[in-house]
């Protein structure tokens, strides 16, 4: 299957515009895992799965939670090699059992998300733009669109963080521009 069916495949999928830009992601190499969280309004947890493994992703439904509505909440675990999905969702289910911001948990699930190893290093320490603080600051025009901008930035390395956030925008924008749209109507 080609990366243009397998994204065909994933667009089809009510899931929301930034999970899929995130699996597009994923599917191009730019990171090694995505944290899914599908509620009732989405497609039923069974045929995501099912559609993310055709498209060659390994993936795993962590936990599913009921509200008083009957409305649920699933999280899935993708990720581009079995050993890493395993490696992946027991690291999530570690999370949510995680009490302190210092813990090593911060630091793997970056480097599995794809964030810059200085975003990483700067997490929960006075080196990190709050995301209060981001969003006070001008945006250059390419940045505007900030779906991307899924980590907090480190103040010292801010200009490279950027530079990974505009490379992870046009890879979306070049190999699934229909995707990428959705997202840019979301923001205007």
Known sequence: MTTKEKIQLLQNLSIGSQPKAMIVLLLLGYRSGVELDLFSYNDPALHVLRTLRTIGLHCDCL?????????????????????NMVNFYKLVEEGSKVTSVKSHYHRLYGAFMGYPQTAIEAFATQKMFSRTMLSLRNYPEDMKYNFFRVFNFSKQHYAAETEVVKAWEAAVQEVAPDIYDELRHIAA
């Not at 936990?63 to 050993?83: L, P």
């Open 63 to 83: 936990k599913k939670e009921k509200n008083v509505s009957d409305a649920y909440r699933a999280t899935v675990c993708i990720s581009d090699t079995y050993e």
